[in-house]
């Protein structure tokens, strides 16, 4: 079992930054593919960034160039920088633990962010 524990969320304006953090309960960076997803009210929830473990990241394309994701080993966090945020950027956004070869995945309890036009 992984416990994923989100923060890092809240109100800001358009063009503003916000750095969400997700600190996972162990060591699992090594063997999990760890995302951050979002969804907001009345969409599906939608892949925002991946990183491998090897640290090759992906990125959907609304977020390109301004989204960054890292991970601290040493904490067992894993970062999402978001920067010039747009109020279409305004959802819940959860991380997600994928243990490579296994069938299930973890996911946090989530994030509120809230982008002002």
């Known amino acids: 079992q992984v416990q994923l524990v989100e923060s890092g969320g809240g109100l800001v304006q358009a063009g503003g930054s916000l750095t969400l953090s997700c600190a996972a309960s162990r060591s699992i960076f090594s063997s999990a593919l760890m995302g951050w997803y979002r969804q907001a009210p009345g969409k599906q929830r939608e892949m925002v960034a991946h990183?491998?473990?090897?640290?090759?990241?992906n990125y959907a394309d609304s977020v390109k160039g301004r989204f960054t994701i890292s991970r601290d080993n040493d904490k067992n966090t894993v970062y999402l920088r978001m920067n010039s945020l747009k109020p279409d950027d305004t959802a819940v956004y959860y991380c997600?633990?994928?243990?490579?070869?296994?069938?299930?995945?973890?996911w946090g309890q989530g994030t509120q962010v809230t982008v002002s036009s």
């Open positions: 997600n633990a994928q243990i490579i070869g296994r069938p299930t995945g973890y």
């Open positions: 990183m491998l473990p090897k640290g090759n990241t």
